[in-house]
């Protein structure tokens, strides 16, 4: 088993006492645990992906789909007519960084993302999820979707949250303990069993060995694996990718005084085994608080065109006449991955379903 890195000395090295304090206060909030509940009880095999049905019509156009050339049109007339992945969105740690990425669930909905697949049904109104969590909870909370949802989440992660997300890619690669335990959002309470019955194929699946499809960090790193606790585990790995996600995108800021990054971070993600790891270089002028925030993009009509035609061919790309700069190259990166793996998902239950239902 992968054994948690020593604390490294930076961190041994005395801190400013306000950030100690607020370190340690933010830590306890942290480890509150929630309490074990009596298992609700998985559902049953084969119901949940025999629930996804759709209209044959339907689900044959979803099957002819291109996922890496997903229009408006087809969001429209195809896509909205389907349920959708879970976006798993962590945010930031310090406020007012954790109300950005609020906006970006905010563009999804506005380009057509159903906001049932946003929207925390615990009981969050604002989309996104704490830093400060459990990471454990957090992977089996992520599992307990895929289990009655049938599609895999994906996660999006800034500033602490980007590391977040990958602490909780470590859950779900089992390399800090195999004894992940479901996580039902709904009650807010762990389940007592460390699997979950994979919806598509009916078998037991331990949450260890579950995989995404995909997952992004943006602007991670540097002095919050320093001055947080609950991220020391995390401070040499926040760059190496498990393979407990098939794709994953990395951004980088040519400045970033918080999470250390320059021009010269080019390359800085990598995957520990057969990962699909891009690692990608924003505009200069893009700043770490306020990387996410893609408010009123979806509002302009050149700028939602190009939003929807955008594909990696694109990437660090000057932005053509008319199109609005508002961290637009982020948005539109993240939107892509987004509506690929909206695609490929249905396409996988759908594929499921008819094998075993047909």
């Known amino acids: 088993m992968h054994r948690p890195l020593p604390i490294p000395a930076a961190i041994r090295r005395p801190l400013p006492v ?42 044959d156009r979803i099957l002819a789909l291109d996922p890496a050339h997903v229009s408006a049109a087809d969001i429209r007339d195809v896509l909205a007519h389907a349920p959708a992945p879970r976006l798993y969105l962590i945010h930031g740690g310090i406020f007012p960084v954790f109300k950005e990425l609020i906006a970006f669930g905010e563009f999804t909905i506005a380009m057509g993302y159903p906001e049932s697949a946003v929207h925390d049904p615990g009981g969050n109104p604002e989309y996104t999820h704490s830093p400060y ?7 089996g909370a992520i599992a307990w979707y895929y289990e009655h949802e049938g599609l895999r989440p994906m996660i999006i992660g800034h500033s602490q949250g980007g590391m977040q997300g990958v602490k909780v890619l470590y859950e779900l690669a089992g390399l800090f303990g195999d004894d992940v335990q479901v996580f039902d959002p709904t009650r807010g309470v762990r389940e007592p069993r460390n699997w979950i019955v994979d919806p598509l194929t009916g078998e ?3 949450v260890t060995k579950l995989r995404l499809p995909y997952a992004t960090s943006v602007a991670a790193g540097g002095l919050t694996g320093i001055v ?30 918080v999470a250390w990054e320059s021009k010269l971070s080019r390359g800085r993600y990598r995957a520990l085994g057969d990962a699909h ?54 948005g539109a990166d993240v939107w892509y ?17 008819r094998t075993r239902h047909p």
């Open 18 to 59: 306000f950030a100690v304090a607020l370190a340690a206060g933010l830590l306890l909030a942290a480890c509150a645990s929630p309490p074990t509940a009596p298992d609700a009880g998985a559902p049953a095999r084969g119901t949940v992906v025999k629930s996804m049905a759709l209209d044959p019509a339907l689900e």
């Open 277 to 330: 790891v891009v690692n990608v270089k924003l505009p200069y002028e893009y700043n770490h608080y306020y990387v996410v925030n893609t408010s009123g993009l979806a509002d302009d009509p050149t700028t939602r065109a190009w939003l929807d035609a955008w594909t990696p061919a694109l990437r660090e790309q000057p932005l053509p006449p008319g199109v609005r700069d508002h961290n637009t190259q982020w």
């Open 204 to 206: 037991h699946l331990p």
């Open 133 to 139: 969590d459990n990471s454990a909870d957090q992977a």
């Open 228 to 257: 947080m606790p609950n991220q020391w585990s995390m401070e040499r790995r926040t760059f190496e990718i498990p393979d407990s996600v098939e794709d994953f995108t990395g951004f980088l800021l040519d400045f970033d005084f």
């Open 337 to 353: 991955s987004v509506k690929y793996h909206w695609v490929t998902e249905l396409q996988r239950a759908i594929r499921a379903r």
